[in-house]
């Protein structure tokens, strides 16, 4: 009895020793397996991203404009990727993490993203508010690459959402062909509207204007000047854009652009002098970074500013025409109506609104005949 017992104790003890060394062996392999295949992951990945470091280097520089970087630089080890980067080609190699303001870093993931999906050409793609603790200046450059990444070659297709209200205006508006994107807003939290056409920053300073809104006219008084402004001094005029400090320098754009455009010399000696400078200094700033500086600006001023920011957009205008319009222009402008029939392209001026439904010059176009 006691010898059959032990018997079949043995007869366990070896089944639960052979389950254990099927066990043991079966974890062994898990571990083996899961080494190759991360092995395997790293190598296949490595692969596939060496020629990703220039093209994170070309967008992260399209994105920061002022601090650019020399090399990009992509290590991996068994756990895990890790980008190194040089601002000098024998400077240190640093780590982003440790060197990168937060809006850079958000700079420098979306540069690895668009990377990615240049590299395996992605064609559509999703971009969820996408510049948060991103400043004005590089929220202007990621618009450029986005509306780049929507035309041709790379025609991508792009969902982008946005909390910001400024930026979602400036991308709408910088898109060239308005057929090839589709806007919406969402109102009363659940209602989505489509939305068609351009925004008019001019015509919400006039509203912001008439409800006594100093502030909001001023943020879009200073976007449409940033807009044209920039709009004429590229490609033309060399200046940095930007101090290696806070301020976002537009009156450093702005005085080169007046070195192409002599013209622009009169408005922008207008905000420069000391007795204006307050107007300027308000103006030019950005909107997460206002300060109402204990002044209290009444409508009229307000209204001498945009009259000034309109003349600026007058003066472009003026400089989209040919040279026998400019001189006829010239000829006119101290007459009581408009020959219309003396012009060559009568419907492009009509477009300005420099004369009233009488062919008379308007007083946005007074202020612009004093200084052509």
């Known amino acids: 009895m006691i010898f059959t017992q032990l018997k079949e104790q043995e007869i366990q003890v070896l089944k639960e020793q052979q389950t254990n060394q099927l066990k043991d062996s079966f974890l062994k392999d898990i571990k083996e397996f899961e080494q190759a295949l991360n092995d395997f992951y790293i190598e296949e990945l490595s692969a596939e991203l060496k020629d990703i470091s220039h093209l994170i280097k070309e967008y992260y520089n399209k994105f920061e404009t002022n601090e650019k970087m020399e090399t990009v630089e992509l290590k991996d080890s068994e756990k895990e990727f890790k980008f190194y980067i040089q601002f000098t080609k024998n400077g240190p190699k640093l780590d982003p993490l440790r060197v990168l303001s ?4 958000r700079c420098f993931g979306l540069a690895i993203l ?34 780049e990444e929507m035309q041709a070659p790379y025609n991508k297709q792009l ?17 060239k062909n308005r057929n090839r994107i589709l806007s919406f807003i969402f109102e009363n939290k659940c209602m989505v509207i489509e939305n068609t056409k351009n925004i008019d920053f001019e015509k919400i300073i006039q509203e912001s204007i ?15 000047l940033e807009n044209i402004i920039y709009t004429m001094a590229d490609g033309v005029a060399d200046v940095k854009f930007k101090d290696k400090v806070y301020k976002y320098e537009l ?3 702005f005085a080169a652009a007046c070195d192409c455009y002599p013209e622009l010399q009169h408005i922008y000696n207008y905000f420069m002098d000391e007795s204006n400078h307050i107007y300027w200094s308000i103006l030019n700033q950005e909107n997460h970074f206002w300060s109402e500086q204990s002044i209290s600006l009444d409508c009229e001023t307000i209204g001498d500013i945009f009259s000034k920011v309109k003349c600026v957009r007058n003066i472009k205008n003026f400089y989209d025409l040919t040279e026998s319009d400019k001189n006829e222009i010239r000829r ?17 001026i009509e477009d300005f609104e420099w004369f009233d439904e009488d062919d008379r010059w308007t007083q946005d176009f007074k202020l612009l005949s004093e200084i052509i």
């Open 102 to 105: 937060e809006g850079q870093l």
């Open 114 to 147: 668009m990377s990615v999906t240049r590299k395996f050409n992605t064609n559509f793609l999703i971009l969820d508010d996408i510049v948060n603790a991103i400043d004005i200046e590089h929220r202007s450059n990621i618009i450029n690459v986005l509306c």
């Open 159 to 175: 969902i982008i959402t946005t909390h910001d209200k400024l930026f979602w205006e400036k991308l709408v508006n910088s898109v």
């Open 210 to 224: 008439k409800k006594k809104d100093c502030r909001t006219a001023l943020v879009y008084m200073r976007i449409l």
């Open 251 to 253: 009156s450093k754009v």
């Open 332 to 348: 006119q402008k101290n007459l009581e109506k408009v020959d219309k029939s003396k012009f060559q392209d009568i419907s492009k």
